[in-house]
């Protein structure tokens, strides 16, 4: 069975530093982009960084500079950095993987809460 397993979350204070991962368990985890979104509270879930095959990552804006996302394709895992952590940044992120070579497939963790405090 194909799943994504988070870990990482957690409760720190306003610039502070949390790790997520994300484990895909797939023998074809190289044909899919790797990224992470997020929710807050009444708020539609947003993008906020993916990484390709390859390595190359891309982010939306608000992340930029203090959110890193890497893959480490013998362990099927991906990881988010998030640095200078902000109250704003408080919300479930969760690991998606989108499918690039045949069907469209995709696939969704289960989530993990990050809490930042002031």
């Known amino acids: 069975q194909v799943q994504l397993v988070e870990s990482g979350g957690g409760s720190v204070e306003a610039g502070g530093s949390l790790k997520l991962s994300c484990v895909f368990s797939t023998d074809a985890y190289r044909l899919f982009i790797m990224s992470w979104y997020r929710q807050s509270p009444g708020k539609q879930r947003e993008w906020i960084a993916s990484?390709?095959?390859?390595?190359?990552?891309t982010y939306v804006d608000v992340v930029k500079g203090r959110f890193s996302i890497s893959r480490d394709n013998p362990k099927t895992t991906i990881y988010l950095e998030m640095n200078g952590l902000e109250e704003g940044d408080s919300a479930i992120y969760f690991c998606h993987a989108r499918r690039t070579v045949g069907d469209p497939i995709e696939y969704w963790g289960q989530g993990t809460q990050v809490t930042v405090s002031s």
């Open positions: 990484v390709n095959a390859r390595g190359a990552p």
